[in-house]
């Protein structure tokens, strides 16, 4: 049985307010999530007081959105307990997500997986947390030390928005699985 693929985003955005920017990203990735068998998990969002649920926070979403069919694909993924949410990790990351794989254009070598590599992960039964900053800088320096493995998917540097690279990402994966 091939392991789960969860894309997580990171927040680096403001970390005291909700903001456009999470609204879209959030909106933007559970049609990608649901279309390519993924799970969804936010770190360090600063949900307003009153979302306390992954679904309260896709109720609301799907009122303010006309993305992904008005939010129907977010609230899909949390019906089905695929949409988490979690506050900044301390020391690591939820293991109930599997291995964490730093997506980047610029890999530490040493670091350094191919998606090939990771999708023969995923294929062998090991989940896999995709990893995506967000904001200008994208994943801060500390994390980029705990993750065992950083992945370029273009394989040739290439910088990505983010949208685009949590669209790409997931996509590759899954082509590669088969």
């Not at 693929?5 to 307010?17: A, R």
């Not at 993750?147 to 949590?166: F, L, P, V």
Request: net charge positive; aromatic share 8%; charged share 20%.
């Amino acid at each position: 049985m091939p392991g789960r693929m969860t894309i997580g985003l990171y927040n680096t955005y403001d970390p005291n307010k909700f903001r456009e920017a999470h609204r879209r990203v959030l909106a933007r990735s559970g049609p990608v999530a649901l279309a390519f068998g993924c799970n969804l998990a936010t770190f360090g969002f600063p949900y307003e007081k009153e979302m306390r649920t992954p679904q309260e926070i896709v109720d609301w979403l799907s009122t303010t959105t006309t993305i992904g069919e008005g939010g129907e694909y977010l609230i899909e993924l949390a019906k089905a307990g695929r949409f988490s949410i979690f506050d900044k990790p301390g020391k690591g990351f939820p293991p109930q997500f599997g291995e964490l794989i730093v997506t980047t254009r610029k890999p530490e070598p040493e670091k350094a997986i191919s998606p090939k590599k990771v999708a023969e992960m995923v294929k062998g039964g090991q989940s896999v947390l995709l990893l995506f900053g967000l904001g200008p800088h994208g994943l801060p320096k500390e994390i980029f030390k705990v993750g065992k493995y950083h992945m370029d998917i273009t394989g040739q540097g290439i910088s990505m928005e983010t949208a685009t690279a949590i669209g790409a990402v997931p996509a590759v994966l899954r082509t590669m699985l088969g």
